[in-house]
């Protein structure tokens, strides 16, 4: 098994602290796409092969509306979110300084203890508020699987960033209690989630940057969306719109 890129490094013959995040995930995207049925369009890559596929990821990266033939009505269950790199930068590891944590002038921003600040990513404050409050999603719930290296400083931070006037992340995840943060293969993170919602796997969708994680959990038979840029919002529509064509039917078995 590839753990970390580190497969694709040997294949590549190139130093794994050479690549940047946004080209290992590309290397090793490309590398497992002919067994995994991946599919890579610019920097962004969502797992489950269709037939309109290419139509998908041409939609999403243009903003133009799709196919009628698609149901963009169909939602998923659950959705789940990654955190670092994916909802915010920096990671927790690569911080000198954590808790407690302050908000600042701009509501996407904290700042440490230590002055060093986090930004949310992309479009994750709308996302997260889409899914929160708009009627399309009202059957929707929200989660997170992370394998952060400082569980508490995520904590609080969720805890603080708000998607809306007084909704902070924690809360729209349930008050915490679908907020999954531990290490381990994020299998493990998806079959606690399954367990306390219910929520059949076909019905999930996940946002990560870490194409491992993609990997092991779209064995499960979740759609996933690789999004080495964090949730921007052409990776938000990818996804979506990948789970209106694939999700909710139960993958084949191997």
């Not at 709308?126 to 508490?152: G, N």
Request: charged content about 25%; some cysteine; aromatic content about 8%.
């Amino acid at each position: 098994h590839m753990r970390d890129g580190d497969a694709t490094c040997d294949a590549l013959r190139v130093p794994r602290r050479l690549l940047s995040r946004r080209v290992l995930a590309t290397a090793l995207c490309c590398a497992v796409a002919p067994s995994r049925g991946l599919s890579l369009v610019g920097r962004h890559v969502a797992v489950r092969s269709a037939p309109v596929r290419s139509t998908l990821l041409r939609t999403a990266m243009s903003g133009t509306t799709p196919s009628s033939s698609l149901d963009l009505q169909k939602v998923p269950e659950l959705v789940v979110f990654d955190l670092d790199a994916c909802c915010w930068y920096p990671e927790m590891y690569m911080m000198r300084s954590g808790s407690p944590f302050a908000t600042t002038e701009d509501p996407k921003t904290m700042v440490s203890a230590g002055g060093e600040r986090v930004r949310l990513l992309g479009v994750v404050a709308e996302a997260w508020r889409e899914l929160h409050e708009t009627e399309r999603f009202r059957t929707t719930r929200i989660a997170v699987a992370s394998r952060c290296d400082v569980p508490s400083w995520a904590r609080e931070l969720l805890q603080r960033f708000e998607i809306a006037d007084g909704v902070t992340m924690w809360a729209a995840a349930e008050e915490g209690r679908l907020v999954e943060i531990y290490k381990g293969s994020k299998q493990k993170h998806f079959r606690a989630l399954h367990d306390k919602t219910k929520i059949p796997f076909h019905n999930m969708l996940f946002f990560d940057d870490d194409p491992w994680n993609v990997a092991e959990v779209s064995k499960l038979g979740v759609t996933c969306t690789l999004t080495p840029d964090g949730v921007t919002d052409g990776a938000w529509r990818l996804g979506l719109m990948d789970y209106a064509a694939n999700g909710g039917a139960e993958a084949p078995e191997d």
